[in-house]
T-cell receptor, first 117, second 112 residues
Framework: EPEVTQTPSHQVTQMGQEVILRCVPISNHLYFYWYRQILGQKVEFLVSFYNNEISEKSEIFDDQFSVERPDGSNFTLKIRSTKLEDSAMYFC???????????????FGPGTRLTVL | DAKTTQPPSMDCAEGRAANLPCNHSTISGNEYVYWYRQIHSQGPQYIIHGLKNNETNEMASLIITEDRKSSTLILPHATLRDTAVYYCIVRVAMNRDDKIIFGKGTRLHILP
C-alpha cells in the first residue's frame, strides 16, 4: 500500500539553526500538509499546500516557517531559526482529492521528531 | 475547535469488542464523521468515516445514531496493538483541501 514517508525520523539541532524536514507524499496525491504535535499535546495544523502555493496556514506558521515542493516528489518544511518551543513531532500528510465525495482522506507520514537544544 | 466530545480514556480487555463513543450534537447535514487513531508517537491513521449510514471496513465498524448527534466506533476483537488515542472528527467531506482539527481523543488501553 502506498505510504507517506518522512526523513529524518529524528533531528537534533541547536537553537537558532535552520532545519529542513522532508516528506515524500503518496505519488498521485495533489494536496499536502504539515502538522505538528508538541509532546503530550494535540496534533495541530500548520499549513496546507496545493498547486505550488500555500492554501491555508495557521497562526503557528509564522515567517520562520516555509514550505516547498522542489521537485515532483518531495515536500519540505523549513524552519529558518529554530526556537526551543519548536521541539515537536512534525507530521506530513497528503490527499488525493478525487471526485468521490467523502471517499478521500489525508494519509499521514510517521513523523520527524525535532529536538531543539 | 473540535466539534466532538469523547471520554478521555477507556479500557478494554483483549479479544473483546471496544466501543468508543463520540458526541457531535452540532453536526451539520453535510458533515461526515471521521475516525483516526494515533499509536504512540506515530502519525495519525485513518480508520473509517460515515455520513448517516452505518459503515464497516476491515478495521472497524461505525454506528451513527439516527439523529446523527452521536456515534460509536467499534473494534470487534481488540488486540494489544489497538492501544492508541482515537480521534472522532466531524467535517465536510474531503472534497476541499481542508485541514483536520484534532481534539484530545480517547486514549484506549487494551488490557491483556
Amino acid at each position: 500500500e502506498p505510504e507517506v514517508t518522512q526523513t529524518p525520523s529524528h533531528q537534533v539541532t541547536q537553537m537558532g539553526q535552520e532545519v529542513i524536514l522532508r516528506c515524500v507524499p503518496i505519488s498521485n496525491h495533489l494536496y499536502f500538509y504539515w502538522y505538528r504535535q508538541i509532546l503530550g499535546q494535540k496534533v495541530e495544523f500548520l499549513v496546507s499546500f496545493y498547486n505550488n502555493e500555500i492554501s491555508e496556514k495557521s497562526e503557528i506558521f509564522d515567517d520562520q516557517f516555509s514550505v516547498e515542493r522542489p521537485d515532483g516528489s518531495n515536500f519540505t518544511l523549513k524552519i529558518r531559526s529554530t526556537k526551543l518551543e519548536d521541539s515537536a513531532m512534525y507530521f506530513c500528510a497528503s490527499l488525493l482529492l478525487s471526485r468521490g465525495v467523502g471517499t478521500d482522506t489525508q494519509y499521514f507520514g510517521p513523523g520527524t521528531r525535532l529536538t531543539v537544544l | 475547535d473540535a466539534k466532538t466530545t469523547q471520554p478521555p480514556s477507556m479500557d478494554c480487555a483483549e479479544g473483546r469488542a471496544a466501543n468508543l463513543p463520540c458526541n457531535h450534537s452540532t453536526i451539520s447535514g453535510n458533515e461526515y464523521v471521521y475516525w483516526y487513531r494515533q499509536i504512540h508517537s506515530q502519525g495519525p491513521q485513518y480508520i473509517i468515516h460515515g455520513l448517516k449510514n452505518n459503515e464497516t471496513n476491515e478495521m472497524a465498524s461505525l454506528i451513527i445514531t439516527e439523529d446523527r448527534k452521536s456515534s460509536t466506533l467499534i473494534l470487534p476483537h481488540a488486540t494489544l496493538r489497538d492501544t492508541a488515542v482515537y480521534y472522532c472528527i466531524v467535517r465536510v467531506a474531503m472534497n476541499r483541501d481542508d485541514k483536520i482539527i484534532f481534539g484530545k481523543g480517547t486514549r484506549l488501553h487494551i488490557l491483556p
